[in-house]
């Protein structure tokens, strides 16, 4: 079976319209959500009223066959369009639907495989990380959020390009600014290919072929030495939060 990687976690269409992502969860062979992704659903309704979907992704277990696994993940895109929709949830007349159906690299957990990922902003998301890093102190650490690379590569997908402009811009206009980007990953206890300092290192080469200073700059691979949640990762959403690259503010 042939895979592809898909780092999806919180993502930039623009530079400063960040979007978060929900992941809603099936039974096997079902159209509708189950029971807790009910829940999840009708909370996130009430929470994000002012919510609109850009993006919306569907995946399926690897029981059966690939066409057949990429039809039930497309009625399963169309299901959770249609019940965001019955509640009021604005959909991009342009939302971008993807069917990966099995062609992804699955959990173990075949029940973690049976999913919709949505993508979404809301107007409340007009903060940009532009503005969080210039109110940033010394000493404080920053996620790059959205800056997320082809799978085990150090190249960023080209989705992710708005994060590095965005922090081009920033160092540009604070000349006092002097940073170390961290890289990080997850799922395994060795880096083997040393990717978070690859990556780390990518985000510095960035910044120094646009003309950033090299004095201002450095950069670290911590490998998953430090992880926000214990390895082994029980659940997408935590391997998501721990394959990260941050920014530490060494001086303002």
Known sequence: MKYIFF?????????????????????????????????????W????????ICQIYGYCDTVGTNAYNKKLATERIRSIEKFLKSNKIAVKRD??????????EPSINQSENRRVTFLYSTKEDSKSY????????????????????????DIV???????LEELLEVMKSNENLKIEVH????????DTEDLSFKRAQAVYDYLVKNGIAIDRLSFKGFGSTMPIFPLPEKSEEERVANRRVEIFVREK
């Open 7 to 43: 780092f999806i976690s919180v993502l930039f269409t623009s530079v400063f319209h960040p979007q978060e992502k929900v992941d809603v969860y099936f039974d096997f062979n079902e159209l509708k959500v189950n029971a807790t992704s009910q829940s999840l659903l009708q909370n």
């Open 45 to 52: 309704i009430k929470n994000n009223p002012t919510a609109e």
């Open 95 to 104: 939302v971008q639907k993807v069917v990966v159906g099995e062609d992804f």
């Open 130 to 153: 532009a503005s969080s890093l210039n109110a940033a102190e010394k000493g404080q650490y920053l996620e790059l959020k959205g800056l997320n690379f082809f799978g085990g590569k």
């Open 157 to 163: 997908l080209p989705k992710s390009i708005p994060v």
């Open 183 to 190: 890289g990080h990953i997850c799922c395994f206890t060795v």
